[in-house]
């Protein structure tokens, strides 16, 4: 099963009111809704941006541990620098709703067993890329200045290449809020606004394939996102699965060549739309396909690290916005339910989702995650 492409450049082509620009919003709306995950095809990303970002980040997470312990701010939650392996626990390994979701998956289609899985043994960086809130924040943790690393051999080209791919994904990200917002009926602008001030992340996530890559070994356990929208560039090894809302079926991921990414909707999305958009469900996973690419990596890249780096970026709302369901897309959430419940899709039950400023929800799930004391 293949996740809808949608096309970016016909949205940036306007005008705004344009039969193929409303189509394709609704597309993308549509595919977040059905799937909670898309491809997004943006001409402007560089391929050869996101190779000198893989590169870097290799280098980066190549460096003993004692070295990368350096950059690392547990007193701000992880929230800039660096977080070492076995720190961040899958949410999904200790919620009880979370749980239930895969207990009612066909046994065929479920992750791999996260039960005895905790923490994940992947490293993450944090490279902040949103504009510093003009009032004074609620949530200053959340705001934090970034870490430049420690390493000399790094210090003249890291900000230069985190910002160069950091600002190619959170334009492509950013653009596509505005085309959902379309999509569902709202203002163009409606959740640009709303994270106007959002603390976006450049989140590079890297697994240590000499350490961690025996098969059905999970880098990542079954979890889904507490941002707004999650936007990733290619990986040089597979292993990334999602779980399209629709079917309960596992996708494997395939990004397609050329300027292509994924997206998924996080918690962020899901609040605010009443659960008419769902997080997207996914794990990381070393897989058949990985292990062939790191065979084939041995032989046509001999002298580079065997590290997963996966390109993440993370575009959250303002961490002072207040977080409510908007009335209109609640509504369509209430009819999605009904409709599922009596095609005995699902079994009713209700998600609450109270009003709540951002920086506190995102306090909350770091809490579940072992991110926040």
Request: proline fraction near 11%; hydrophobic fraction near 45%; include cysteine.
């Given at each position: 099963?293949?996740?809808?492409?949608?096309?970016?450049?016909?949205?940036?082509?306007?005008?705004?009111e344009s039969e193929a620009v409303i189509n394709e919003c609704k597309k993308a709306a549509d595919a977040l809704i059905i799937y909670g995950a898309l491809v997004l095809h943006d001409s402007r990303v560089s391929e050869e941006d996101n190779q000198t970002f893989l590169n870097l980040m290799e280098d980066y997470f190549n460096?003993?541990?004692a070295e990368l312990k350096k950059d690392e701010r547990p007193e701000l939650s992880y929230q800039v620098g660096v977080t070492l392996e076995n720190t961040e626990k899958p949410k999904c390994?200790?919620?009880e709703p979370?749980?239930?979701?895969?207990?009612k998956l066909d046994p065929a289609e479920r992750p791999?067993?996260?039960?005895?899985?905790?923490?994940?043994?992947k490293c993450r960086f944090f490279w902040k890329m949103g504009d510093k809130p003009p009032y004074e924040t609620h949530f200053p943790s959340l705001n934090a200045p970034n870490v430049v690393p420690q390493a000399d051999f790094l210090k003249e080209k890291w900000a230069p290449v985190m910002e160069q791919w950091g600002v190619s994904m959170k334009s492509a990200v950013a653009d596509l809020a505005d085309m959902v917002a379309l999509g569902l009926g709202l203002r163009v602008e409606t959740?640009?606004?709303?994270?106007?001030?959002?603390?976006?992340?450049?989140?590079?996530?890297?697994?240590?394939?000499?350490k961690y890559g025996k098969k059905d070994t999970i880098l990542a356990g079954f979890h889904s996102d507490l941002n707004f929208l999650t936007i990733h560039g290619r990986s040089r090894y597979p292993g990334l699965n999602v779980w399209a809302r629709n079917t309960g079926k596992r996708i494997p991921v395939k990004i397609p060549p050329g300027n292509n990414l994924l997206v998924q909707a996080g918690k962020q999305l899901e609040h605010i739309t009443g659960g008419l958009v769902k997080a997207g469900f996914h794990e990381v996973v070393v897989n058949d396909q990985t292990l062939a690419t790191i065979g084939q990596r041995k032989i046509s890249h001999p002298d580079r690290p065997l590290i997963r780096i996966s390109s993440t970026f993370f575009w959250h709302l303002s961490s002072d916005y207040d977080l409510i369901p908007i009335p209109t897309l609640n509504e369509k959430a209430r009819e999605l339910r009904a409709q599922h419940f009596n095609a005995g899709k699902s079994d009713g039950d209700e998600t609450e989702y109270p009003?709540?400023?951002v920086g506190q929800q995102v306090a909350n799930e770091l809490k579940h995650i072992?991110?926040?004391?």
């Open positions: 099963m293949d996740l809808p492409v949608i096309n970016l450049d016909v949205f940036l082509a306007g005008p705004k460096q003993p541990e390994a200790v919620d979370c749980l239930k979701i895969i207990e791999l067993d996260i039960s005895a899985h905790s923490p994940d043994p959740f640009r606004q709303a994270g106007r001030y959002g603390p976006h992340i450049l989140a590079p996530t890297a697994s240590d394939l000499v009003h709540i400023k072992a991110l926040m004391a």
